[in-house]
């Protein structure tokens, strides 16, 4: 039989580490190298766009939370994403006293992956980061020019799907193994939506990931891509039941193990393992 161990904190916190890590790097660096990528036609004489536009840049961010919610989802739960921790306990699927740990772990590996990103652009010469770094904006800082109430709306709509749709697809009733695929699959489309909008955050681990990087205002800006994920989430969480019939608010969440349903898991019999 297999033997079956617990993560420790350290391992769950350095997955959300990991995995925030990697979709800031994957999804912001496609926006940055990758976008508008033009490369010279040297029998016409012109530049060819050979960039993946906001379809390639939609994608990879959905490819990187299917990537590592199969990497590292069973460590940790593979969150990767501060609103998502917070709706997550809101629906009571997870521990309020964990939620300052992993909202850490996850800023920290948002902001490592920033630095490299700013790092790897530097080494372009004539390359200035100043509003080139796919931060989060809204006004001014908006791709298309929408206003911070068009942009706070947007964003707290997006985030609450989104964890409607962790929420569904990670449900016990929901087909073993495909969560990962639901869940980057939505995030994708929830880009395709909101790129021209906000540049698309529902994730301030993100948007702090290269906000400071970027400069250009979008410090400035950071609280509404805080604000609005986070409000969004803990609606989703807070009406998951209502929705959809499923109410686990009042189940029990603490992760401890009754030594008796261990030991009759083993084989043991019930009198004899009290």
Not at 24 to 32: N, P, R, T
Not at 72 to 87: C, D
Not at 166 to 184: K, M, N
Request: with cysteine; net charge negative.
């Amino acid at each position: 039989m297999a033997i079956m161990t617990t993560p420790t904190q350290v391992q769950r916190l350095g997955a959300e580490f990991l995995g925030t890590f990697w979709l800031v790097f994957g999804g912001c660096g496609s926006a940055i190298f990758a976008a508008t990528f033009l490369a010279g036609n040297l029998v016409a004489g012109q530049s060819m766009l050979l960039g993946i536009g906001f379809l390639g840049v939609a994608l990879a961010f959905g490819l990187t939370v299917l990537t590592m919610a199969y990497a590292v989802g069973h460590i940790s739960g593979g969150h990767f994403n501060p609103a998502v921790t917070i709706g997550l306990s809101v629906a009571k699927r997870f521990e309020w006293r964990d939620v300052p740990g992993y909202i850490v772990a996850q800023v920290a590996g948002g902001l490592v992956a920033g630095l490299a990103l700013w790092g790897i652009a530097r080494g372009k010469d004539g390359f200035d980061p100043t509003g080139h770094m796919a931060a989060n904006g809204y006004a001014e800082n908006s791709p298309g020019g929408y206003s911070l109430m068009a942009v706070l709306v947007a964003e707290a709509i997006l985030t609450a799907v989104f964890l409607y749709i962790i929420l569904g697809a990670t449900d016990s009733r929901a087909p073993d193994g495909f969560a990962p695929i639901a869940i980057g699959l939505g995030l994708t489309l929830i880009h395709l939506i909101s790129i021209p909008i906000s540049n698309t955050s529902v994730n301030p681990a993100r948007s702090t990931a290269v906000a400071f990087f970027n400069g250009a205002g979008a410090p400035g800006q950071l609280w509404a891509f805080w604000l609005a994920p986070i409000v969004g989430a803990a609606i989703a969480g807070a009406t998951f039941h209502l929705v959809t019939g499923v109410d686990r608010r009042d189940r029990d969440i603490s992760g401890e193990i009754d030594v008796v349903d261990l030991r009759v898991a083993e084989g043991v019999d019930p009198d004899a393992a009290r």
